[in-house]
Structure formats: C-alpha cells, structure tokens
C-alpha cells in the first residue's frame, strides 16, 4: 500500500520556523519526485517545494524562495521542508506528493502527482 505522512504541523508565531515531515511507504523513494503542496481556507492548493529523484535538484515558489528548504533522505524514506521566517500568509494545510519518472506539465502541477499525504496543518500567528 502506497502512503505518504505529513507529520511536524502546529502553531507559530511569525518569525518562527518548523520542520514538516513526510513519510513514504509502499514503493521506493529514490525514483519518486517528492513535491510539497499547501492550501488556505478558500485558495488554490499551490505548489511550495519539489526535488527530484534523479539529482536532488529542488525548485521553490517565489513566495518561499529563501525561506524554505526540501530535503530528503532515501533511506529513511523521508522527505523534510524546513520552514523558516514564517509569515501569517503561510498559514495552510501542508502536503506532500510523489510521481514516478520526469515531469511533464510541470513540478506545481497538481495532477502530475499520483501519490498523496492527508496534510498537515500550520498556523503561523501572534
């Protein structure tokens, strides 16, 4: 069974970081591109972070870019955000996914993803 868990979402004040964590089951991580999504009350889900299989290559949306940092560990079958400088407009349910193989449309695209986590909630308020 395929399975990706979010874990490391809560409350924190603006200025604060938090590590989100993502664990993968069910199929093997070094193939898989790992893309990290979130979605606001009445917003878009939008692409945050993705990094590739093949070469660890990682991209990030302008809005995160310098705050944000993905990483993973193939063998523990993780994948991390380490999120940094957080602003109230990060506030959102955190998710990651995975896809096989290149990307097509695009990494902030959605339906590229096969595989989903259930999210993870951050709230970044004073």
């Known amino acids: 069974q395929v399975q990706l868990v979010e874990s490391g979402g809560g409350l924190v004040q603006p200025g604060g970081s938090l590590r989100l964590s993502c664990a993968a089951s069910?199929?093997?991580?070094?193939?898989?591109?790992i893309g990290w999504f979130r979605q606001a009350p009445g917003k878009e889900r939008e692409g945050v972070s993705c990094?590739?299989?093949?070469?660890?290559?990682?991209y990030y949306a302008n809005s995160v870019k310098g705050r944000f940092t993905i990483s993973r560990d193939n063998t523990k079958k993780m994948v991390y955000l380490q999120m940094n400088s957080l602003k109230p407009e990060d506030t959102a349910v955190y998710y990651c996914?995975?896809?096989?193989?290149?990307?097509?449309?695009?990494?902030?695209?959605?339906?590229?993803?096969?595989?989903w986590g259930q999210g993870t909630q951050v709230t970044v308020s004073s």
């Open positions: 996914a995975a896809r096989w193989g290149e990307y097509h449309s695009g990494w902030s695209v959605m339906k590229e993803y096969e595989y």
């Open positions: 069910g199929f093997t991580l070094d193939y898989y591109n």
């Open positions: 990094i590739r299989s093949s070469d660890d290559t990682t």
